[in-house]
C-alpha cells in the first residue's frame, strides 16, 4: 500500500465511520500521536509528513477494537488490505 494522500484519506474515512472523530494538532506526543478512547477522538501530529500520518493511522487502526458491522464496503475492502500488512513494513 502506498502512504500517499489518497491512503490517508481512506484511513480517515475508515476512522470516521468507525465514530472517531480525526484532529491534526501540535502537541508533546511521546509517540506522535493521542488516542482518546472514551471520547473516540484521534489526534495526530500536525507536523507529520503524509507518509507519518498514514503509517500512524494504520498502527491505531491495528490497535482499535472497531465494530466491522457498521462499516460500508468500501470501509471493509480497506480495513482487509491494511490487516494483511505488517506494521514493521510501514
Not at 464496503?73 to 500488512?85: H, P, T
Request: net charge positive; charged share 30%.
Amino acid at each position: 500500500m502506498k502512504l500517499n494522500s489518497t491512503a490517508l484519506k481512506k484511513a480517515e474515512n475508515f476512522l470516521e465511520e468507525s465514530g472517531y472523530i480525526v484532529r491534526y494538532e501540535k502537541g508533546n506526543f511521546n509517540s506522535g500521536y493521542c488516542v482518546l478512547e472514551e471520547r473516540k477522538v484521534v489526534i495526530i501530529n500536525k507536523y507529520f509528513q503524509t507518509e507519518a500520518k498514514v503509517s500512524t493511522m494504520l498502527e491505531i487502526i491495528s490497535k482499535l477494537k472497531i465494530d466491522l458491522s457498521a462499516l460500508s464496503d468500501k470501509s471493509l475492502a480497506f480495513y482487509g488490505k491494511i490487516s494483511q500488512l505488517k506494521f514493521d513494513d510501514l
